[in-house]
């Protein structure tokens, strides 16, 4: 039982040093793997920011949006736009920054609808930026698609790795912060917490565009990896899915559910779609029916499961060791 307390005393550090260690194994990864395992991880990571940005909005306050390939679509076309205008750098800020904007003027627009009807307005964002990107490109600049200059793979691996932490500890001090705790309230009764002096509706739209600026920051960096973009390939409605799949399998109550997810379903994302790729949407959706029937909480709701069964497990062995002791007096 002295290891069971120091566990539960020490449990923090043990996690910190836990995902230290995660953190430096994974930033390794480029110097003993190959080009391919380095491009496959980049991308991974890639979902990890959508999934753990976009839970840190829907996952708080019950709020489906369905929008996350609309303002990722938007970080692409801003590094597509002034990739030989502006350092790199800087176009990441900029596509963080249009995203933000986008996400503000949508929010203030949306976020007083309620339940699916905020869900079919954002899905139906998608569609909408994917027409007019389509419109822009193939009617007034007369063009099929944008090439994307091709950077290291490996410098974008170290920039994407950067933005996850970024964006982890972005969400953990949010999360703690008052507009955590309001969030919390709107998701768990909103007329409640309005009647509590909460300004629900300013803290959804601030909360929805800030959850908005790591995807598009996500997309501006992953349009390099792409090499090619055009409006179907940009506002791809497999982003908004995938991480909502990858939130919703790994469990949106704990920070960590989300990443787990995005591992998952990342490593999915890469081998079914080139296997088998007629598949592949059928394949998610069924994982996804699953999930939710039998996994309400996803794969972060079965730890306090199996830590209540161990505890009850290495109690029951106390006892009766306890049990003999006092047999063997």
């Known amino acids: 039982m002295d290891i069971v307390r120091s566990f539960t005393t020490h449990r923090r550090l043990l ?96 976020l007083r609808l309620r339940g699916m009807y905020f869900a079919i307005f954002t899905f139906g964002l998608v569609m909408l930026m994917q027409q007019i990107f389509n419109y822009l490109e193939s009617v007034r600049a007369h063009i099929h698609g944008r090439s994307i200059i091709p950077l290291d793979v490996t410098m974008l691996f170290y920039i994407m790795l950067g933005l996850v932490v970024i964006t982890v500890l972005a969400v953990y001090f949010i999360r703690r ?38 995807m598009g920051v996500a997309g501006v960096v992953a349009a390099p990896l792409m090499i090619y973009v055009n409006p179907s390939i940009a506002f791809n409605v497999t982003y908004s899915f995938l991480p909502i799949l990858m939130a919703v399998f790994g469990g949106m109550g704990q920070l960590y559910g ?43 709701g079965l730890v306090p499961l199996v830590r209540d069964k161990l505890g009850r497990r290495i109690l029951r062995l106390r006892n009766g060791g306890e049990g003999e002791q006092h047999a063997n007096t």
């Open 15 to 110: 996690w910190a040093g836990l995902l230290v260690l995660v953190l430096i194994l994974i930033a390794t990864v480029p110097l003993y793997g190959g080009k391919y395992q380095t491009f496959l991880l980049a991308f991974i990571l890639m979902y990890v920011i959508m999934a753990v940005a976009w839970a840190m909005f829907s996952g708080a306050t019950g709020y489906m949006s369905l929008a996350p390939a609309a303002f990722f679509g938007v970080g692409i076309y801003v590094m597509a736009l002034l990739q030989y205008e502006l350092p790199f750098p800087l176009i990441i800020v900029i596509g963080g920054l249009a995203s933000f904007g986008l996400a503000l003027l949508v929010g203030l627009v949306t």
């Open 177 to 214: 912060s008052r507009y955590g705790l309001a969030m919390l309230s709107i998701g768990g009764n909103e007329e409640a917490a309005e009647h509590m002096g909460v300004n629900t509706t300013m803290v959804k739209v601030l909360t929805f565009a800030i959850s908005t600026v790591f």
């Open 258 to 300: 989300p990443i787990v997810g995005a591992f998952v379903f990342g490593y999915l994302d890469a081998t079914i779609r080139v296997r088998f790729f007629n598949y592949f949407m059928i394949t998610f959706g069924i994982i996804l029916v699953v999930v939710i029937l039998f996994l309400p909480n996803g794969i972060a």
